[in-house]
Structures are given as C-alpha cells and as structure tokens.
C-alpha cells in the first residue's frame, strides 16, 4: 500500500472517530482533506455527504451527493431529499440502486445486513433494510400509503429489529402477521454446553439437533405471510468466483486515530475474507440466505482509484463506463461465500447462548410489538394487559409508561394514567416526548398547579419543544382563558407542522369561542396531517351537534368510533345525537354498551339514568342513579335528577334532600332547584285540599 493510500484509509478512520464523538468541526476539517488527496473516490465523497448532513447543512450534501452511482451517496443525497421536500427524487436515487442490484441477478436477502454486528463494529454503508426504511419515509412524506406499507414491511422482513418500520405499518392500520416476523430459531446447529441452567429452563431435552434445509436456497420470510416481494435467484459457479469483497467494508471502533507501521498495513486488506474458522453460529442474516453479499455495494478499493480523471461526475458517462466494464463495480464490492463451517467443540457455549440471546431479544420485541398494534388499533384493555405482561424492567421503560398513560387515559381512567405519568416523569424529568397528553390529562382533571408546574418545567427544559406550547396552552385553556390558548397552539403547530394533536387542541378552543368555522379548519387540518386522527373526528362532531347538524354530527362520531371502538366517550356522544334525533331507544342502547365498555364510566352511567327517567323506566333509573351518587357525591346534577325521580315516586323527604344538596353544591342552578321544590310543596299543599274535603 503507498503512502497516500494510508493516509486516506487513516484520514476516514479520523473521520467516523469524529463523527462517533459529535466532533464536527473536525470531521469537516478532516474530511476536506480526504477529499483533496482523493477528490473522485466515491467513498469519501459519501462520508463528505455525510459530515454536511450531520451539521445541518442538507443543501449541500444534497448537491455533493447528486448523480452518484454510489450505495452511501445514494442514501445521504434520499436523506436530504427529505428534509429538502423532495421526496420524489429522493425515491428515484434509491429505487435506481436497487434496480441495478436486481440487474445484477443478485438477492437483497441474501445481502449482508447490519443486524449481525455488534457494538464494536460498524458497516460503513447503510443496508438494504435501511434502504426500504428510508423509502417508505419518502412515499409516506407524499401520501402514498400503499408504497409506504410495501416498502416499511420489506425493512421489517429483512430485519425485525427495525422496530419504527414496525411502528409506522401499525399507525397506518397495516395488518402485520407478527408471528411471521419475529419468529424464534427453533432448532440449532450447535448442542448446548453441558450444565447450561438457562438452556435447561428452555427445553426438558438435554440437547437440540439442528437440521439443515434440504437445499441451500435462502427462504425468506414474507410478512404478510406471501413469498418475498424480490425472490432469491440462483448463481452460477462462474458468477460467483467473480464477486470478490474489500475487506475495509467494515471498521472496528475505535479505529482512529491509533497509529501503525506501514508494515502492518499490506494488500491483504483487499483480498476477500477469510473462511469462517471460530466457529460462529450464523446470525439471523444468514439464516434469511445460504449466502452472504457485503452490504458495501459500491465501494471502490483505494487501490483502484487512479486519478480524479479516472470517473466521470456525469452520472450517465459513468454508468456508461460501468456497463462496459466485464467486472462491473457491483461485481467487484461482493463476495458469495457458502454457510459457515459446524462449529467447534470450544465455541458451543458461545454459540449457544449467540442463539439463546437472539430467541430471547425475537421473543421480547414480538411481545412489544403485540402490545402496540392493540395500541394503535386502540384496542386499549388488551394493549394494557400485553404491556404490563411485559418483564418489570421492560415495563418500567419510559416508552411503555408513556404508552400505558396513553392507554388509560384513552378509556378516561385518569387517575391510573395520572399514576403511570407520574413514574414516567420520576424516571425521566426531562422529557417532553408525551407530555402534550400529559397536560391534557391534567386539564381533564382541573388540577392547575400541576399543570402551570408542569408548562413551567418544560418551558425550562424545552421552550422550542411543541410539547412544551401544548401543556401552556392547556393552562390558558383551564383558566378559560381562550384567546391566550390559541395563540400557543398555533405556536406548537409551527414548532412542528406535523403535529396534528396540537391542532385538535387549537379546534376546541375556537369551538369555545364559538369560531366555528376556524373549528373546522383546525380539525380538517389535524386529519389531512394523520387520517386516523380520530380526536379531530369527534372535533368535527362536536360542531356539527353545536349547529344542529345531527346527521352529519353522528357520521363523524361513528368515524371516529370505527378508529377507535372502545372510547366511552365516543359511543355516549352517538347516544346524544339519538337523543337529539328523538330516536331515545337506540340512545339507550348506546349509553348501555357504554356502561358494558366502562361499568365505572359516569358520563356512561348519567346519560343512561337520563334516558331511563324519560323513558318513565323509573326502577331502572333509579338503580343508576344511586350508582351515581356513590360515584360522584359532589355533582349537583346527579343529585337533581335524583330528586327529581324521587318526587315521581312520592318519595318526598328524599326528593327534598337530594334538591337541598344540589341547592348547596350548585348556587348557581338555585332557580331550577327552588322551582322543583316548589313543586313539592304544591302537591303537599294540593294534597292537603284533597283530604280536606
């Protein structure tokens, strides 16, 4: 290797060194003068890319990286794509290159992934998975969710771990067969080392025999339980012996900046790998393939590269050159190598628990993964009970608190979501993620010093965070103070435009304004941002039963209740919207189903009661209501009503109690009270006349 071959293959460890420690400055010092020793390698120009992107500036790196037929500068020129809004030629960039694997004849799944590495080593070049994950982003920025879902599950098939592709197919209602996806090895190629405890709690036998598929085709697994969307394709001998692989694919941390002799750096560096001869057992990306590519498409080899005149920037001069090439490039970055050898006696026990650990991670993520499609599926009594199934380590993660807050909060059980943000906020006082629930909760439970002492501390900690203006505006909100609340909504809206929880928020306020038309442009806007938003459907219900469009009233509520089946709230408003259609049969049997949903829900059991009185179905009413007094002792209108029934059943001395504790919990409804006690005195006059004569 000569002297300016050293010093780039230095110069990139000093590079990624900087990158791994936030050193920025640094590694756009450093990466400048990689690039001036080697201004046409297209590996230095993807980690000059990549230096842009990681300091911000997507413009330039979107122009560095344009036109090349390079894996990395294909992957940072769709990245600033982006977050430039231009998802279009983002996706031309990274379909092209996986167009020309296809070309190639050669199987993204049997491509190297990066699921096998560990931390002390990196893959250079993002991997295939990583490709379709970026892709699906793209197509979900323009709206087209039928690429979106095509392209997130073929990131999750190639590699389960990658749990946001998982996260992105549940919020778009994508039915995920998750017993296809994280699906634990079942047998091994290794026998487990004799004494293992963990292997004995595994299995009564005392040994596991791995057998071998029948052929060495690679069986992909398909997510939706069909075959592979790109199938594998068998390789010629010839084909292979061709496909060689540099060996500086890989860095091992730190890499940089330690020094060497010249000596120890020798062309073998670019002779393929060697024969697996520790014994490793295959990771979970060769059990998907027999054979094994490098995840490095496009690299070029240091000792290659010529002069800056040896590639052309013209992309279509380029690819020109490529095709013409006998060995083209992407021939030259792979090597097909075939199944790791059986492992030896001295690496079993290693082997084993490689395997044992990946069975136990598959396991865990497939139960996380149950638990947030019942989540997003607002399936909420189950999500619950999967999530606190969950080992209490796991369970006691910010992200399953924040998510079990959400849970009881969506079935208005405030005081058990109050508790698991609370341990949350313990856990994490810092964060801001979930919060713009939080506060919600706390507006819900009209505890304002909580609430002003949580805008306050996340105003302290965050004061760009849109979480941050939510939990103010909820405070303004509380303080019927409805203009200021806007004005903070509208805020978060611009802090993230994106954010359609903050514009249901900004609905309702102007709905308490009486602005409807502002109502429902916020609410429209909160859909048009996530379809199944269903907060902004209820939004637009609300309206609609404000004007006294009934129909259209009770569309959006049952829109909303077909996102979301078990929210009590939902089903009591399509009960309201009978009631206004006169319709108080089916009213009843939707505040019923409510109470089935929720026993303990009061709005469930009041409008029930409500409905049983003027149904003169006074026994049944009657039975609710005393369920409501324990409930909720301190509400002047249970109390009401209560007397109110009372006094249809002659009961006098109690229908006069109940009006006098409702009298002292609401002076302001006096009027209404004194007029119905009133009207018992009338009849005890009237009754008096009659046994006078």
């Given at each position: 290797?000569?002297?300016?071959?050293?010093?780039?293959?230095?110069?990139?460890?000093?590079?990624?060194?900087?990158?791994?420690?936030?050193?920025?400055?640094?590694?756009?010092?450093?990466?400048?003068?990689?690039?001036?020793?080697?201004?046409?390698?297209?590996?230095?120009?993807?980690?000059?890319?990549?230096?842009?992107?990681?300091?911000?500036?997507?413009?330039?790196?979107?122009?560095?990286?344009?036109?090349?037929?390079?894996?990395?500068?294909?992957?940072?020129?769709?990245?600033?794509?982006?977050?430039?809004?231009?998802?279009?030629?983002?996706?031309?960039?990274?379909?092209?290159?996986?167009?020309?694997?296809?070309?190639?004849?050669?199987?993204?799944?049997?491509?190297?992934?990066?699921?096998?590495?560990?931390?002390?080593?990196?893959?250079?070049?993002?991997?295939?998975?990583?490709?379709?994950?970026?892709?699906?982003?793209?197509?979900?920025?323009?709206?087209?969710?039928?690429?979106?879902?095509?392209?997130?599950?073929?990131?999750?098939?190639?590699?389960?771990?990658?749990?946001?592709?998982?996260?992105?197919?549940?919020?778009?209602?994508?039915?995920?067969?998750?017993?296809?996806?994280?699906?634990?090895?079942?047998?091994?190629?290794?026998?487990?080392?004799?004494?293992?405890?963990?292997?004995?709690?595994?299995?009564?036998?005392?040994s596991v025999e791995l057998k071998q598929p029948e052929d060495s085709k690679p069986k992909g697994r398909s997510l939706f339980g069909r075959s592979n969307i790109m199938g594998t394709p068998e390789f010629s001998k010839n084909k292979v012996k061709?496909?060689?692989?540099?060996?500086?694919?890989?860095?091992?941390?730190?890499?940089?900046?330690?020094?060497?002799?010249?000596?120890?750096?020798?062309?073998?560096?670019?002779?393929?790998?060697?024969?697996?001869?520790?014994?490793?057992?295959?990771?979970?990306?060769?059990?998907?393939?027999?054979?094994?590519?490098?995840?490095?498409?496009?690299?070029?080899?240091?000792?290659?590269?010529?002069?800056?005149?040896?590639?052309?920037?013209?992309?279509?001069?380029?690819?020109?050159?490529?095709?013409?090439?006998?060995?083209?490039?992407?021939?030259?970055?792979?090597?097909?190598?075939?199944?790791?050898?059986?492992?030896?006696?001295?690496?079993?026990?290693?082997?084993?628990?490689?395997?044992?650990?990946?069975?136990?991670?598959?396991?865990l993520y497939g139960r996380i993964a149950r638990a947030y499609k019942a989540f997003c599926q607002y399936d909420c009594f189950k999500a619950i009970r999967l999530f606190t199934s969950l080992p209490e380590h796991v369970v006691d993660m910010p992200?399953?608190?924040?998510?079990?807050?959400?849970?009881?909060?969506?079935?208005?059980?405030?005081?058990?979501?109050?508790?698991?943000?609370?341990?949350?906020?313990?856990?994490?006082?810092?964060?801001?993620?979930?919060?713009?629930?939080?506060?919600?909760?706390?507006?819900?439970?009209?505890?304002?010093?909580?609430?002003?002492?949580?805008?306050?501390?996340?105003?302290?900690?965050?004061?760009?965070?849109?979480?941050?203006?939510?939990?103010?505006?909820?405070?303004?909100?509380?303080?019927?103070?409805?203009?200021?609340?806007?004005?903070?909504?509208?805020?978060?809206?611009?802090?993230?435009?994106?954010?359609?929880?903050?514009?249901?928020?900004?609905?309702?306020?102007?709905?308490?304004?009486?602005?409807?038309?502002?109502?429902?442009?916020?609410?429209?806007?909160?859909?048009?941002?996530?379809?199944?938003?269903?907060?902004?459907?209820?939004?637009?219900?609300?309206?609609?039963?404000?004007?006294?469009?009934?129909?259209?009233?009770?569309?959006?509520?049952?829109?909303?209740?077909?996102?979301?089946?078990?929210?009590?709230?939902?089903?009591?408003?399509?009960?309201?919207?009978?009631?206004?259609?006169?319709?108080?049969?089916?009213?009843?049997?939707?505040?019923?189903?409510?109470?089935?949903?929720?026993?303990?829900?009061?709005?469930?059991?009041?409008?029930?009661?409500?409905?049983?009185?003027?149904?003169?179905?006074?026994?049944?009413?009657?039975?609710?209501?005393?369920?409501?007094?324990?409930?909720?002792?301190?509400?002047?209108?249970?109390?009401?009503?209560?007397?109110?029934?009372?006094?249809?059943?002659?009961?006098?001395?109690?229908?006069?109690?109940?009006?006098?504790?409702?009298?002292?919990?609401?002076?302001?409804?006096?009027?209404?009270?004194?007029?119905?006690?009133?009207?018992?005195?009338?009849?005890?006059?009237?009754?008096?006349?009659?046994?006078?004569?």
């Amino acid at each position: 290797m000569s002297v300016q071959e050293y010093n780039i293959q230095k110069l990139r460890g000093i590079v990624y060194n900087c990158l791994d420690n936030e050193q920025l400055d640094s590694a756009q010092l450093n990466v400048e003068i990689l690039c001036a020793q080697n201004p046409a390698n297209l590996d230095s120009i993807h980690l000059h890319g990549l230096v842009l992107y990681r300091r911000g500036l997507y413009k330039s790196a979107y122009n560095l990286t344009a036109n090349r037929m390079h894996m990395g500068c294909a992957y940072v020129f769709a990245l600033c794509a982006l977050k430039l809004e231009h998802p279009q030629e983002g996706i031309y960039v990274l379909q092209r290159i996986l167009d020309t694997i296809r070309e190639e004849g050669i199987s993204e799944e049997s491509m190297e992934s990066n699921l096998g590495k560990n931390e002390n080593q990196r893959s250079v070049l993002p991997d295939i998975p990583s490709f379709y994950n970026l892709l699906g982003k793209l197509y979900a920025s323009m709206d087209d969710d039928v690429n979106t879902v095509v392209c997130y599950s073929k990131a999750l098939e190639l590699n389960p771990f990658l749990f946001e592709a998982f996260e992105q197919l549940s919020k778009l209602g994508a039915k995920v067969k998750i017993g296809n996806v994280y699906k634990p090895t079942s047998t091994f190629s290794v026998n487990p080392p004799a004494g293992n405890e963990l292997f004995e709690r595994m299995a009564p036998d005392t040994s596991v025999e791995l057998k071998q598929p029948e052929d060495s085709k690679p069986k992909g697994r398909s997510l939706f339980g069909r075959s592979n969307i790109m199938g594998t394709p068998e390789f010629s001998k010839n084909k292979v012996k061709n496909l060689t692989t540099p060996k500086v694919r890989e860095l091992k941390l730190p890499e940089a900046p330690t020094r060497k002799t010249r000596s120890s750096v020798t062309s073998d560096a670019f002779k393929p790998p060697p024969a697996n001869t520790t014994g490793s057992f295959p990771r979970r990306s060769n059990r998907l393939s027999a054979s094994k590519v490098t995840s490095r498409l496009l690299m070029q080899p240091i000792s290659g590269l010529g002069t800056p005149s040896t590639y052309d920037n013209d992309n279509t001069t380029h690819m020109d050159s490529i095709k013409a090439n006998k060995d083209s490039w992407l021939k030259r970055s792979y090597n097909f190598s075939n199944m790791p050898p059986a492992p030896s006696n001295n690496s079993d026990f290693r082997n084993f628990n490689e395997v044992t650990s990946e069975n136990e991670l598959i396991v865990l993520y497939g139960r996380i993964a149950r638990a947030y499609k019942a989540f997003c599926q607002y399936d909420c009594f189950k999500a619950i009970r999967l999530f606190t199934s969950l080992p209490e380590h796991v369970v006691d993660m910010p992200w399953v608190l924040a998510k079990l807050g959400r849970l009881h909060f969506e079935i208005v059980n405030y005081e058990q979501s109050e508790f698991y943000f609370q341990k949350l906020r313990q856990i994490d006082r810092t964060r801001t993620e979930d919060m713009e629930y939080y506060s919600t909760l706390l507006w819900h439970l009209h505890k304002e010093s909580e609430l002003s002492y949580l805008s306050h501390e996340l105003y302290q900690i965050d004061k760009f965070a849109p979480q941050t203006w939510v939990a103010i505006g909820n405070l303004f909100s509380l303080n019927r103070d409805n203009e200021e609340a806007v004005k903070c909504f509208h805020k978060a809206t611009q802090l993230d435009q994106n954010f359609a929880y903050a514009y249901t928020l900004q609905g309702h306020e102007h709905v308490a304004n009486d602005s409807f038309e502002n109502a429902f442009e916020s609410f429209r806007y909160a859909l048009s941002i996530d379809k199944r938003h269903y907060n902004a459907l209820y939004g637009l219900g609300m309206v609609h039963l404000k004007l006294g469009d009934f129909t259209k009233a009770e569309f959006h509520f049952r829109k909303a209740i077909d996102i979301n089946p078990v929210n009590v709230i939902l089903t009591c408003c399509v009960g309201m919207v009978l009631e206004k259609l006169g319709k108080r049969e089916l009213s009843l049997k939707q505040y019923d189903f409510a109470c089935k949903l929720q026993p303990l829900s009061m709005l469930a059991l009041f409008k029930k009661a409500q409905v049983l009185l003027a149904l003169q179905q006074y026994d049944l009413a009657l039975k609710d209501f005393e369920k409501l007094q324990k409930l909720a002792p301190d509400e002047a209108s249970v109390h009401f009503l209560l007397g109110e029934l009372y006094k249809q059943l002659g009961r006098k001395s109690d229908a006069i109690k109940q009006l006098t504790i409702a009298l002292n919990l609401d002076p302001k409804g006096s009027h209404v009270v004194k007029e119905s006690l009133e009207g018992i005195q009338t009849i005890d006059t009237i009754d008096e006349e009659m046994n006078d004569h």
